[in-house]
């Protein structure tokens, strides 16, 4: 257990539809990142939080936006879904902004668009 | 095209051979960092590299960061069914904490 939760572990939803997808870091953890992995992929960076301003941003579409709460926990939402943007959603997190960081993942959210 | 090039993509063995998997870039990285992924779980990291040349020994794998810092090698002696997963290498670039993973080696061992 890497004492990252994410939440819901599945979600089926139509196209054009809107989802929220929600991660708590392990505690004392100041950075979130999302990631997006499709089918045989490796990981697409989406977007960084550090103590809830954003950090860094990746390949992120328009469509799809995230923040950090003031307790920390997270919230990636994919709005106007599309069938592409099935994947597999994995929040991690690391203790702060160090130089390197050490990033403990979620178990990830399985988003299927039909 | 990715930043970090892993290859091969696929590798199945049988148990007991011994395997590499590489990453390379043309870019340099501060620090990388190899995952191991299973089947409906999350990435757990293994080891993080940070110095040019550097090389780590954790049981039967062995992980080298490049000297000019553009590449990473993982070595597993003598491999077991316990080590089919997917590992992914990741890199952080200079002036920045953003992990950059590559697009993963998946690795079957038949025993």
């Known amino acids: 257990d890497s004492g990252v939760t994410q939440t819901p572990k599945h979600l089926i939803t139509a196209t054009g539809q809107r989802v929220t997808l929600r991660c708590s870091p392990r505690s004392g953890d100041l950075s979130v990142y999302w990631y997006q992995q499709s089918l045989d992929q490796g990981l697409q960076f989406l977007i960084q939080?550090?103590?809830?301003?954003?950090?860094a941003k990746g390949n992120i579409l328009e469509r799809f936006s995230a923040q950090q709460f003031p307790d920390l926990h997270s919230e990636l939402n994919l709005s106007s879904l599309e069938l592409g943007d099935s994947a597999l959603y994995f929040c991690?997190?690391?203790?702060?902004?160090?130089?390197?960081?050490?990033?403990?993942f979620g178990q990830g959210t399985r988003l299927t668009v039909v | 095209t990715q930043l970090l090039e892993q290859s091969p993509q696929f590798l199945s063995i049988q148990e007991g051979e011994n395997l590499t998997v590489y990453c390379n870039s043309s870019?340099?990285?501060?620090?990388l960092q190899w995952y191991r992924q299973e089947p409906g779980e999350g990435p757990v990291l293994l080891v993080t590299?940070?110095?040019?040349?550097e090389v780590k020994k954790l049981k039967r794998l062995t992980f080298q960061f490049g000297d000019a810092r553009k590449d990473s090698s993982l070595h597993i002696t003598a491999a077991q069914p316990g080590d089919t997963g997917l590992y992914l290498c990741a890199g952080v670039k200079a002036a920045g904490n953003k992990l950059t993973f590559g697009g993963g080696t998946r690795v079957l061992v038949k025993p």
């Open positions: 870019s340099v990285f501060s620090s």
């Open positions: 991690a997190s690391s203790e702060g902004d160090r130089e390197v960081p050490e990033a403990f």
């Open positions: 939080y550090y103590n809830g301003e954003e950090r």
């Open positions: 590299v940070v110095t040019g040349g």
